[in-house]
């Protein structure tokens, strides 16, 4: 079975500081993997995929994630934090048939000024 | 051009009570998805349409729970005598599954805030 585990409920960094949210993952196959972003009252929004092409992936907003398949993670990281990245973060793996897909419980992140 | 849209964006009902909630994907998506997200918890999936038909409806939580896509574009999740536990934001997501192996960006709807009392 599939699952996600996202290790921090709630990060705090100070702006200009690096981020660093945690995931890990258990699959029996290669999965594809994502983080969502979801601002408040805002939809949900991809900011980054892995589909077994290049480990390290670059997303939007200057967010990157490395997949570490010996570690079954892949963490999601920026160098630099903005007060505009304050907003919850939802890692997600792809089912067996990949059409069906298991979000984490979440990581909200704080800026501070 | 146009998103992911829902109706409505919110719903209070009464335990007991039927309720439809209406998704209408970005043109052209062939694939849809349904989600429901309780306070606190990330989406969990419900179920994923093909054009008309339900692919995967393994995360409908039991026969109370329905959801169609008639002509392949807007669905509707439907929900039978509804219990308090069903409150929740109801999510919804298209996208173009061109690849067909779900690796396509899924584009979010706002939610329907789902309230039972």
């Known amino acids: 079975a599939q699952s996600v585990t996202q290790l921090d409920s709630h990060v705090s960094v100070s702006e200009g500081t690096p981020v660093l949210l945690r995931c890990n993952y258990s699959?029996?196959?290669?999965?594809?993997l994502f983080w969502y972003v979801q601002h408040p009252n805002k939809g949900l929004q991809l900011l980054l995929k892995?589909?077994?092409?290049?480990?390290l992936v670059k997303g939007i907003n200057g967010f990157e994630a490395e997949f570490k398949k010996s570690e079954t993670s892949f963490h999601l990281t920026k160098p630099s934090a903005h007060m505009s990245d304050a907003a919850e973060y939802f890692c997600?793996?792809?089912?067996?048939?990949?059409?069906?897909?298991?979000f984490g419980s979440g990581t909200k992140l704080n800026v501070k000024p | 051009g146009a998103g992911v849209s829902q109706t409505p964006s919110n719903k209070v009902t009464e335990k007991g009570k039927y309720v439809e909630l209406r998704c209408d994907p970005i043109?052209?998506?062939?694939?849809l998805y349904w989600y429901r997200q309780s306070l606190g918890q990330g989406p969990e999936f419900l179920i994923y349409?093909?054009?008309?038909?339900?692919?995967?409806d393994s995360g409908l939580p039991n026969d109370r729970f329905f959801a169609v896509r008639p002509e392949g574009s807007v669905s509707t999740l439907k929900i039978q005598r509804t219990e308090r536990g069903d409150s929740a934001v109801y999510l919804c997501?298209?996208?173009?599954?061109?690849?067909?192996?779900?690796?396509?960006?899924?584009?979010f709807g706002p939610g329907t805030r789902l309230t039972v009392l």
């Open positions: 043109s052209g998506h062939t694939a």
């Open positions: 699959s029996s196959y290669s999965p594809s």
């Open positions: 892995y589909t077994s092409a290049a480990t």
């Open positions: 997501a298209s996208s173009s599954d061109r690849s067909g192996g779900g690796t396509d960006t899924q584009y």
């Open positions: 349409f093909q054009g008309t038909g339900a692919a995967d």
């Open positions: 997600v793996v792809s089912g067996y048939n990949f059409n069906k897909f298991y």
